[in-house]
Structures are given as structure tokens and as C-alpha cells.
């Protein structure tokens, strides 16, 4: 709720804070039991420092994150958690990094490292240990015997599949997998997609899942929320979103996916160009008004509102509200 994230930048020798980078603006949304939410946007739009803030390894400079654990109790996370809250809600929500090679510690087997939460959370039985951590290496795709080995014996897609049983080890409610195929080939990338589908199918996982590729968010998301420059910009269904695209940000996305239909009216006119202005002195008004084909006189002034524009869909941009 009103999620922000500021970081101060420090500077001189006395290091005074001399500006700040504006990561999150003012975000809110939920997520259901089950559901897959999309959060997709250029690098920069705050989608990492979302999905971060969500996990404890940042701390909100404003708003408020309500976790509802599965005896029905809610808490903000925000606030401090008393020690049996803060194990269930660490046991519950998972993260699954961008990238493998720095994720996994190099000086622990790959037992140990999935090893590691389930005996912090006292999951399973000392003895049954080795045995769960064999059928978690096989529910991902990798042979059991690879327990022994070390994680730089593995190629990119094998980490990733490592820090996937690592976070499934603890049977999560919601796993926040940022960008958790962009370092892996292409080849690779749709087995760890797969993959993620499964797991879910199985063991009624939701997912928030964090990627600057709107094809590949599509493709996983239940819903997905647009993000620029710290802010949501549209949120919708993942259909309705890309049947009935309002926001000029994600026409200009969609336009940029390859194979896309060059002749489709609604993408025509809308490329994206150049980059994304610094979060530190985001445009006023609208911030994407710079690079935006549709842009009008209020448009630098004023900041959109977020609206519902049809059930369930909402943007933030003045050709949708008065
Ligand atoms: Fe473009 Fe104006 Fe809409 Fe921003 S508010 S996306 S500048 S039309
Ligand atoms: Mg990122």
C-alpha cells in the first residue's frame, strides 16, 4: 500500500545526502493465493527495488506491506514482526535471483546449500534430510547425485534450477523470481519457464514475477502491472492487457517485442527511444511525457491520476481521465 523507496546519495567528505534516487514512487497492489502477478518495465523503473522491499532486504521509506499468513492473521510486515511471525513470514516468501553465479554460496555443496533453510525451519527430520533434498534435485530437472558437487561445476540454467529447489525446499507461499531467466541462454530460458509452471501447477505456488521482457511476463502472468519510473502505470489482466493496451508505455513495449504486427493501429506511431530518463530527476507531470508520442499541454504539468478505465484495469495517463 503506497509503497515508496527512496535512496539517499551521499557525496563530500562529510558524505551529506545530496539528492535521492526515487526507485518507488507510490505503488500499491495485492496478490491472490495462486496467482502469478507480472511486474515488467525498462531496468531503472523500480521493479527489483518492488520485489526487494517485498522480501525484507529493503526497508520502505513509506507505505505499508500486509502479509496474511495461513491462520488467517495480518501483519505489517513493515512494522517489527514478533520472532514466531518473522520465521513464518521468512519461510513463506521466497526470492529467486537474476543471477546464478552470484546466488549460491561457492564454498558449500550443493546439499548444503539446499540443506540450509530446511533445517532452519526444522522442516524435516535430520535423518530425512538427504532423502528430500534428492527428490527436490529431481523435481527440478537434475540428478540426485549432483547433491555432492559444488555450484561451479554447473552451467547457468543448472544454478538456476538449483536456487529454484533451494527455494521450493521450504514448500513457499509466494516466490518473487526477479528476472530469473535474463543471464541464461535463450536456449535455456523456457526450460527454467517451464519449469517455474510446474512447480506451480503442483504446489499452489504464487508467484510475482519480475522481468524487463513483456513477451516472457505474458506468458507467466496472471496479471501484470506496468512499471516507469517508480510508479504503476497500467494493471490489468495479462489477456486484457494485451488485447486492449491504454497506457502509451506498454503500446510502446508490446510494439518492441519481436515478431509483433508492425501493421496492428493501436502500436503504430510508438517506438521506444532512447533511455529511460534518471530516477533521480524524474520528468514533473507525467514522467514518460518526454518520450511520449501522444503527449499533450497538461501532460508536463500535472501527474495522471491511476483510474479504473474497465473492471479490473486501471492507467495512469491524461487520454484516459478528465
Ligand atoms: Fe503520454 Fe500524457 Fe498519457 Fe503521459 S499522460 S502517457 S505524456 S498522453
Ligand atoms: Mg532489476
Redesign the pocket.
Known sequence: KELKKYFPIKAGVFLQVVGHVKAMESVDFHINRGETVGIVGESGCGKSTLGRTIVKIYEPTDGRIIYHDNDGGEHDITKGLDKKIRLKFRRDIQMIFQNPFDSLDPRMTIRDVIREPIEAHNLVPKNEIDGYVAELLMKVGLYPEYAQRYPHEFSGGQRQRIAVARSISVKPRLVICDEPTSALDVSVQSQIINLLQDLKAENDISYIFISHNLDIVHHMSDRILVMYLGNV?ESAGATDLFDNPA???TRALMASIPGWDPLDRKLQNIRLEGEPPSPINPPP????????????D???KEK?PVVEIAPGHEA?????TK
Not at 507531470?285 to 499533450?296: D, K, L, Q, V
Not at 495512469?316 to 484516459?320: D, I, K, S
Request: charged letters at 15%; aromatic letters at 16%.
Open positions: 502505470v497506457h502509451p508505455y507531470g507525467c514522467a514518460f511525457h518526454p518520450r511520449c508520442p501522444y503527449r499533450m497538461r501532460c508536463d495522471p495512469a495517463c491524461w487520454l484516459h
